[in-house]
């Protein structure tokens, strides 16, 4: 079965950086379009960044652009998100998403597979 495991999540001052990784399993990973969304308690899923099956497309949410970077290893089977100069109100618990697309699925219910989530929080 399709299984997504996010890492990397932690407690970081702000201003500071954390690298997340999504490992992926069961599935074709290079036919699958990926993406990282984040849940804050008592908010909604949001959309963070997205990467299409090669690596070559990207979106990402107007809050993270210029601070964080979506990429993706085919070889491994593992996408990431490098997150710089963060702020408190980049907590949150991290998901990883994954749909069988050649198109870049930027909204939660566009999604297939998620992973069970990584927190991140950081401190003022």
């Known amino acids: 079965q399709v299984q997504l495991v996010e890492s990397g999540g932690g407690l970081v001052q702000a201003g500071g950086s954390l690298r997340l990784s999504c490992a992926a399993s069961?599935?074709?990973?290079?036919?699958?379009?990926m993406g990282w969304f984040r849940q804050a308690p008592e908010k909604e899923r949001e959309f963070v960044a997205a990467?299409?099956?090669?690596?070559?497309?990207?979106y990402y949410h107007d809050s993270v652009k210029g601070r964080f970077t979506i990429s993706r290893d085919n070889a491994k089977n593992t996408i990431y998100l490098q997150m710089s100069s963060l702020k408190p109100d980049d907590t949150a618990v991290y998901y990883c998403?994954?749909?069988?697309?050649?198109?870049?699925?930027?909204?939660?219910?566009?999604?297939?597979?998620w992973g069970q989530g990584t927190q991140v929080t950081v401190s003022s």
């Open positions: 990467v299409n099956q090669s690596g070559g497309d990207i």
């Open positions: 998403a994954a749909r069988d697309s050649v198109w870049v699925p930027v909204l939660v219910k566009q999604y297939d597979y």
């Open positions: 069961g599935l074709t990973f290079s036919h699958y379009a």
